[in-house]
């Protein structure tokens, strides 16, 4: 099942990637940057989307890997 990839805060500290409907988070990192670098490894294995937040829970960027469903014309 591809699921995007969500990159949060954590709530003890530092991020997390979270799949889309988890309960637990699938890697916790010390910097956003981290956490991104891994959402984006499982993103393109499971051609899905990562999702980054910011610190207060808003989305400030997203990137697909997959099945674009808005892909660029020509």
Do not use: L
């Not at 916790?28 to 899905?48: D, K, L, P």
């Not at 937040?53 to 099945?67: A, F, L, M, P, T």
Request: hydrophobic share 25%; charged share 25%.
């Amino acid at each position: 099942m591809k699921k995007n990839q969500h990159v949060t805060p954590h709530r003890d500290g530092g991020w997390q990637v979270k799949g889309a409907g988890n309960d637990r988070a699938t890697a916790r990192t010390n910097t956003q940057a981290e956490a991104i670098v891994r959402a984006t490894e499982i993103a393109r294995n499971q051609q899905s989307e990562v999702v980054i937040h910011r610190v207060d829970g808003q989305i400030r960027d997203k990137n697909s890997y997959g099945n674009d469903p808005y892909p660029p014309k020509g």
